[in-house]
């Protein structure tokens, strides 16, 4: 539903939408009315739609490399104005870079991603970026946190002794490893 409301003494006028704010609400409305003794009055205003956008942050698992790949990408989804999608990486400034694309829909609402590129080492492994997004259509920024996964086999394999009789098996990796522990059977003659 939509309301009119005028101000006779500022001929001031606003379009309020009361309810859902829906892209095919979006026009230019023209309020017709009639003040005694003066007649019949007319105003325009054009109605925008603001959609905020739906955002969503996706870890794209890099392994271990020594070549750049895209590590994460941010998403604002169907919304009116298009967002601006960045990212915040603080002290990994110069390890990492990112861009950003919009894809414009039929509806009149935009989805903006931008991808976050960078070599996967153990130097940026555990590290927190931030995916910021602005919208007129948000009443304040987004600021997402993500912490970068770098994943990896085990390199290295350690089997320590803790006490008589009991072995620990140690190594670094990502996801953590799993362990089975096998004997092999002696021969009894």
């Known amino acids: 539903m939509l309301l009119f409301i005028l101000n006779a003494?500022?001929?001031t006028n606003a379009l309020q939408v009361i309810?859902?704010?829906r892209t095919v609400d979006e026009n230019i409305y023209t309020c017709i009315f009639t003040l005694f003794p003066s007649g019949t009055h007319s105003t325009h205003i054009h109605l925008d739609v603001l959609v905020p956008p739906v955002i969503h942050v996706k870890d794209n698992l890099p392994t271990l490399a020594d070549k750049e790949v895209c590590i994460a990408t941010c998403t604002a989804a169907d919304c009116k104005p298009p967002a601006?999608?960045?990212w915040l990486t603080g002290s990994l400034a110069d390890n990492l870079r990112s861009t950003a694309n919009s894809t414009h829909h039929d509806?009149?609402?935009t989805t903006t991603v931008s991808y976050l590129?960078?070599?996967p080492t153990m130097d940026i492994d555990q590290q927190v970026v931030h995916c910021v997004v602005t919208s007129p259509a948000l009443l304040k920024e987004a600021k997402i946190p993500f912490t970068i996964q770098v994943y990896f086999a085990p390199m290295e394999v350690k089997?320590?002794?803790n006490?008589?009789?009991s072995f620990q098996?140690?190594?670094d990796a990502n996801p953590k490893a799993e362990f089975n522990w096998t004997r092999k059977r002696r021969s009894s003659y």
Do not use: A, P, R, Y
């Open 9 to 11: 003494h500022t001929h």
């Open 159 to 161: 089997i320590v002794e």
């Open 117 to 119: 590129f960078g070599v």
């Open 84 to 86: 601006n999608v960045s």
């Open 19 to 21: 309810g859902g704010n």
């Open 169 to 171: 098996c140690v190594t």
């Open 107 to 109: 509806d009149g609402k």
């Open 163 to 165: 006490l008589k009789d």
